[in-house]
């Protein structure tokens, strides 16, 4: 395992389209194993491919415990809509509101290729909602305000000017 420098906007990797996972190889598994140990080392619940460099529709996530790998994962249901603070390992130290389904169902591959199918609600639809939105290049930032949106760019040049 190793740890993998995590991609922050604007880094235009995490803008790219994904491409399908075809091959459930070694390769594979080690990519799953680094962004588990990546999403630990910086304290994350979740994290997509994109966010570590890699252009595949895969998701790693760790919520209360239960550990989930999505390769290829498809929301084929959404329902209602709730509103929560989220962040993402992409823009540090950014909190902000944003709506997201309430219920979700989505259907994708396991790290073995085996089919699975998950109906989730409340913040844990919020969870897997936010990660599946990076392999389609939508980011926290895309899901505020105009406004806010404009503010934020601001922050981050800001704070990419400082360092």
Do not use: W
């Not at 680094?34 to 252009?55: K, N």
């Not at 913040?123 to 503010?151: M, W, Y």
């Amino acid at each position: 395992m190793a740890l993998r420098a995590i991609c922050v906007y604007p880094d235009p990797v995490l803008r790219e389209e994904t491409e399908r996972v075809e091959d459930f190889d070694g390769e594979l598994k080690s990519l799953i194993d680094d962004m588990f140990e990546t999403m630990y080392a910086s304290d994350g619940i979740g994290l997509a491919a994109p966010q570590v460099g890699v252009t595949k529709k895969l998701v790693v996530i760790d919520y209360h415990g239960e550990k989930f790998v999505l390769v290829n994962p498809e929301v084929i249901e959404a329902e209602g809509s709730v509103t929560n603070e989220e962040g993402c390992l992409s823009f540090p130290g950014i909190y902000e509101k944003v709506t997201s389904p309430e219920k979700l169902t989505v259907v994708y591959q396991d790290e073995t290729g085996a089919p699975r199918r998950l109906s989730l609600d409340g913040f844990t639809a919020c969870v897997f909602s936010h990660e599946i939105d990076h392999l389609n290049g939508r980011l926290l930032i895309d899901r505020v305000s105009p406004l806010k949106r404009q503010f934020l760019k601001k922050k981050i040049a800001k704070r990419a000017a400082e360092k």
